[in-house]
Antibody
Framework: EVQLVESGGGLVKPGGSLRLSCAAS????????MNWVRQAPGKGLEWVGRITRKIDGGATDYAAPVKGRFTISRDDSKNTLYLQMNSLETEDTAVYYC????????WGQGTLVTVSS | QAVVTQEPSLTVSPGGTVTLTCGSS?????????PYWFQQKPGQAPRTLIYDTSNKYSWTPARLSGSLLGGKAALTLSGAQPDDEAEYYC?????????FGGGTILTVL
C-alpha cells in the first residue's frame, strides 16, 4: 500500500526552527516528484516546494514566501523526505502535507506547525 | 508569480453536470502546465483526482473527467452525487514551481 506519514510538527517560537519528516511506504521517494504543501487555518492549499527525482537531478524549488528559509531534502536509505524550516514566522502556521505527484498521487495526513510566542 | 483562478463556489443538482475551471494569469492553460485536480472534504487531507490534464487514478470516480477547455483546465462532474460535495483545487506547473488555485466549493443541492 502506498502511504506517506508526516511527523515533526509542533509549537515553535518566531525565529525558531523545526524539521518535518515524511516517511514513505509502497514506493521509493528516490523515483518520485515529492512536494510539500501547506494549509493555514481556514485557508486554501499553498505549494511550498519540491525535490525532483534522483534521475532528474534531485533539484529543489521553493515558493517565494519560504525561499531562503526552508530546505527540502531526501534520505533514500530511509525512504524519507524532509522539510527543514528556519527563521519561522507566525505566517508559517499551517498544516504541512507531503505529496507525491504524477502516477502516485499520494498525500500524507498532515502535521500541524504552530508558530507563536 | 502567476495567479491561478477558480470559481469560488458552484452548485449542482443531484444527477446533474458541472464543470469547474482553472485559469492562469499568464495566458492560456496548456498541457505544459501539467494540470492537477484535488478534492478536499472538511477535516480531511486532500485527495488527488486528476494528473497531467486528464489522467485518472484507480480511486478517481468514473463520473469525473479532466480536460482543457477554452484556454483553461477543466474538471467535469457528470451525474453529481451528494458525496461529491467538497472543495476542489487545481494546481498548475510553471518554471520554478507550482501554484494552487484558490479552490472551488462545490455544493450538491
Amino acid at each position: 500500500e502506498v502511504q506517506l506519514v508526516e511527523s515533526g510538527g509542533g509549537l515553535v517560537k518566531p525565529g525558531g526552527s523545526l524539521r518535518l519528516s515524511c516517511a514513505a511506504s509502497g514506493f521509493s521517494v528516490t523515483n518520485a516528484w515529492m512536494n510539500w504543501v501547506r494549509q493555514a487555518p481556514g485557508k486554501g492549499l499553498e505549494w511550498v516546494g519540491r525535490i525532483t527525482r534522483k534521475i532528474d537531478g534531485g533539484a529543489t524549488d521553493y515558493a517565494a514566501p519560504v525561499k531562503g528559509r526552508f530546505t527540502i531534502s531526501r534520505d533514500d536509505s530511509k525512504n524519507t523526505l524532509y522539510l527543514q524550516m528556519n527563521s519561522l514566522e507566525t505566517e508559517d502556521t499551517a498544516v504541512y502535507y507531503c505529496l507525491a505527484l504524477q502516477s502516485i498521487g499520494c498525500w500524507g495526513q498532515g502535521t500541524l506547525v504552530t508558530v507563536s510566542s | 508569480q502567476a495567479v491561478v483562478t477558480q470559481e469560488p463556489s458552484l452548485t449542482v443538482s443531484p444527477g446533474g453536470t458541472v464543470t469547474l475551471t482553472c485559469g492562469s494569469s499568464t495566458g492560456a492553460v496548456t498541457s505544459g502546465h501539467y494540470p492537477y485536480w484535488f478534492q478536499q472534504k472538511p477535516g480531511q487531507a486532500p485527495r488527488t483526482l486528476i494528473y497531467d490534464t486528464s489522467n485518472k487514478y484507480s480511486w478517481t470516480p468514473a463520473r469525473l473527467s479532466g480536460s482543457l477547455l477554452g484556454g483553461k483546465a477543466a474538471l467535469t462532474l457528470s451525474g453529481a452525487q451528494p458525496d461529491d460535495e467538497a472543495e476542489y483545487y487545481c494546481m498548475l506547473s510553471y518554471s520554478g514551481g507550482r501554484v494552487f488555485g484558490g479552490g472551488t466549493i462545490l455544493t450538491v443541492l
